[in-house]
């Protein structure tokens, strides 16, 4: 019983750490999508739209990343923002999540390991 509930977890784990993952990859590639699609796409709406004119000042293009996600904009002195802080949790929650959900499986692969250990002993 106790396997099966593991494995189960595991295994849940798993797709939620996955479908956390595929939302933020979405994310990344719709901004990098909008770069260059029609007028005043480019620099990247997304450095743009809901910025303060302040910080969007000097700004030359952007960078994206798919692991860990991220999509930075770059203002022409070097520094970067992140246009999209959402992206931050994103990354350490499907971390997080896959993470827990390899130590499960391993935890359970341990411990059957371990009571076969324990049979061939007695």
Do not use: K, Q
Not at 9 to 19: D, K, N, Q, S
């Amino acid at each position: 019983m106790a396997d099966h509930l593991l494995r189960r977890t595991a295994a849940t784990l798993g797709w939620v750490a996955g479908a956390v993952y595929a939302l933020g990859l979405a994310g990344v590639a719709w901004s990098e999508a909008e770069v260059g699609d029609g007028a005043n796409s480019t620099p990247a709406p997304a450095c743009r739209e809901g910025f303060a004119p302040e910080t969007i000042e000097g700004l030359t293009h952007h960078r994206a990343s798919y692991l860990p996600l991220r999509f930075d904009c770059v203002r022409e002195d070097g520094s970067v923002y992140v246009s999209d802080p959402d992206l931050v949790w994103m990354n350490w929650t499907w971390a997080a999540l896959a993470l827990t959900a390899a130590l499960l499986f391993l935890g359970m692969h341990y411990r059957t390991e371990l009571r076969g250990r324990r049979t061939a002993v007695r």
